[in-house]
């Protein structure tokens, strides 16, 4: 069993910057690949950002690349969206996931955990 939880969301002017942590619970961690997607509001839940099980192989939707870095610790159990640049489009639930078969999906439904979700929101 996987736990997730999710912190780090806030209010910040475009152009700032937000580090989102997810933190997981259990020692399997590890063996899972972890994403970030995230809710506009009216909208539905979408693909950000992935990473493979040893953290060596990464994914990014094209709206988040090159603003977003995605990584993770496994000693720690926790998983990190570093976000650069932001922009009143990326305002959303961002939430985290783990996949124990997929190896870093953007399939929302190929994910078997998820957090309860951390705010963003970016003033224009």
């Known amino acids: 069993q996987v736990q997730l939880v999710e912190s780090g969301g806030g209010l910040v002017q475009a152009g700032g910057s937000l580090r989102l942590s997810c933190a997981a619970s259990g020692r399997m961690f590890s063996s899972y690949a972890m994403g970030w997607f995230r809710q506009p509001p009216g909208k539905e839940r979408e693909f950000v950002a992935a990473?493979?099980?040893?953290?060596?192989?990464?994914n990014y939707a094209d709206s988040v690349k090159e603003r977003v870095t995605i990584s993770r610790d496994n000693v720690k159990n926790t998983g990190y969206l570093q976000m650069n640049s932001l922009k009143p489009e990326d305002t959303a639930i961002y939430y985290c996931g783990a996949d124990r078969y997929y190896g870093g999906s953007t399939n929302v439904r190929h994910y078997n955990y998820w957090g309860q979700g951390t705010q963003v929101t970016v003033s224009s």
């Open positions: 990473i493979n099980w040893s953290g060596a192989s990464t």
